[in-house]
């Protein structure tokens, strides 16, 4: 606790001074944030370093696995969250980040080992369509459970597939339909600081730089 304090006794004497008017300016008009950030609770992630972005900019969800539950008709957090992401707030874009040496995603990997933790293993029950796209593709039986040298690809996987989960709120299939909301799946790499990216009619990564190409042109001109 005492990093933190500290952290915050300097926030206040030294960075709110100096962005007093972006913060006057987020209290005064509310927030206007462009892109829907749907990321892991991992602590070695943070949307705004890796993004360079600043408050007021992403509208952030954090969970561990960045899982996004299929659309049903029970209300839970990540829901109502992309719902009024989407509906109210009109954000344009929205990613979908996993990341390298993910827990969940290890968890996932072999549920035994979860016994004791029913609510985490009830979880990630929604990555189980990745895990088992993982076994098909390597000729793993499905009652056999996914090893360490799987895990990277396992990550990708369920990025992909919380991607496919996204699709399934109505309020995104409405926007995707007319062309309003992007969705792009991205893979963080922590010891790096790369990142692999698809988009959501895709099943392959690719480097940040050749994925964004086009963009990164228009913003180097």
């Not at 926030?11 to 008017?21: A, H, I, M, T």
Request: glycine share 8%.
């Amino acid at each position: 606790m005492e990093k933190l304090i500290r952290g915050v006794l300097n926030f206040k004497q030294n960075v709110y001074p100096q962005q007093k008017d972006l913060f006057g300016a987020l209290a005064d008009d509310g927030q206007n944030p462009d892109v829907l950030f749907i990321t892991c609770s991992d602590s070695r992630i943070d949307p705004n370093m890796v993004t360079g972005s600043a408050p007021g900019d992403l509208f952030i969800c954090r969970n561990a696995g960045n899982i996004i539950p299929p659309h049903s008709n029970e209300t839970g957090g990540m829901t109502a969250s992309i719902e009024y992401a989407v509906a109210v707030l009109g954000v344009r874009h929205i990613i979908v980040c996993g990341h390298t040496d993910c827990g969940a995603i290890k968890g996932a990997l072999d549920m035994t080992k979860l016994k004791g933790l029913p609510h985490v293993k009830e979880w990630l029950g929604h990555c189980r369509s990745a895990m088992e796209i993982v076994r098909e593709r390597n000729g793993i039986p499905s009652d056999q459970c996914l090893e360490s040298e799987h895990l990277n690809e396992a990550i990708e996987e369920n990025v992909l597939q919380q991607v496919q989960h996204l699709r399934t709120h109505p309020v995104v299939a409405a926007k995707l339909a007319t062309k309003k909301v992007s969705i792009h799946g991205w893979v963080y790499d922590i010891k790096s600081g790369g990142i692999r990216c698809c988009s959501h009619n895709s099943d392959t990564f690719n480097d940040f730089s050749a994925h964004y190409a086009d963009i990164i042109e228009q913003v180097s001109d």
